[in-house]
């Protein structure tokens, strides 16, 4: 069987559902795929997650009388993100004359309903609130760079429902989209299965599912070329490798921003602790092949 690779696509490598003047999600789209060729070519089978914040809040937004859960909101980015990717690399696939097709995985994910993010909801979802939003909404809001925005429980991942599924289709030689937006969070009560009003951070469940799949290798790819410290300072240093031991040091001096890197940072780490072997690599589109190589990015080592 060949190596597995889990790919994390950044949000920013996916069309916003309302473009924007100077809007290259395009351009690093095409480095995505690219990333995937090459590593079908060398041998490599593919799996691949991404983010869908643009997307589920531009329903979000749309849907102002809420008629659907958070938890379907999920599921239709999913279909509709995984749609556009599959049309994308089905189509290079057929022209280089690969034997791969692409698969696309509805993903639902275990939480547990005591997790702590439960108690304190701090994920932004949707678009910012009007003030006559604000004062009606049973909902919980919080002060953003933007302005108000609606906030959400963002639980740790546990399990993956849908892995077996996903290890079938990779056994096939399928590329796999599965997990998109952190997979669609649920509970168990008893013997059923619950929706959740929640956002499960994309890069963790990345981790799990590299971890559950016994894969080789993490990629998370992301708008920077590799991780730096002090970074835009006087003293920015670029890291090609990165000990766990550096890791947690320049967590907790704070380097690693908690909206940005440090659940990338973690993710990796996450993966590379209890994967023993697994490249866990952070790099921009178009650069994995080289990160697997030691020649661009960051490689997490344990």
Request: with cysteine; aromatic share 2%; charged share 20%.
């Amino acid at each position: 069987m060949s190596r597995i690779a889990v790919y994390a696509i950044g949000g920013n490598a996916l069309s916003s559902p309302v473009p924007k003047e100077g809007d290259t999600s395009a351009e690093i789209l095409a480095h995505v795929m690219s990333d995937v060729i090459d590593l079908l070519e060398a041998g490599w089978g593919v799996v691949l997650t991404h983010g869908n914040g643009p997307q589920v809040g531009h329903l979000m937004e749309l849907d102002a009388e809420q008629t659907q859960t958070m938890d379907a909101w999920v599921a239709a980015t999913q279909g509709m993100i995984g749609h556009s990717l599959a049309l994308n690399l089905d189509s290079i696939l057929h022209r280089r004359r690969r034997p791969e097709r692409t698969a696309c995985v509805i993903t639902r994910v275990l939480v547990d309903g005591d997790d702590s993010g439960f108690k304190q909801p701090s994920k932004p979802v949707g678009p910012v609130l009007q003030p006559e939003v604000v004062m009606s909404a049973d909902w919980d809001i919080a002060e953003t760079i933007q302005g108000p925005r609606r906030v959400v429980a963002s639980p740790l991942p546990m399990k993956v429902i849908d892995l077996p599924v996903i290890q079938k289709l990779v056994e096939l030689h399928a590329v796999v989209v599965c997990g998109g937006g952190g997979g669609i969070p649920i509970i168990q009560k008893g013997e059923h299965f619950i929706g959740v009003p929640a956002v499960i951070d994309k890069d963790r469940l990345s981790a799990l599912l590299a971890i559950q799949l016994e894969a080789d290798a993490l990629i998370i790819s992301t708008a920077v070329d590799a991780v730096r410290t002090d970074f835009g300072g006087a003293n920015e240093k670029i890291h090609h490798r990165l000990s766990l031991d550096e890791c947690e040091r320049y967590m907790e001096q704070g380097e690693f921003p908690a909206g940005s890197m440090a659940p990338k940072i973690g993710s990796l780490m996450e993966a590379a602790l209890h994967r023993p072997g697994l490249s866990a690599i952070l790099c921009q589109p178009g650069e994995a092949l080289l990160a697997l190589r030691g020649e661009a990015g960051t490689t997490i080592e344990v």
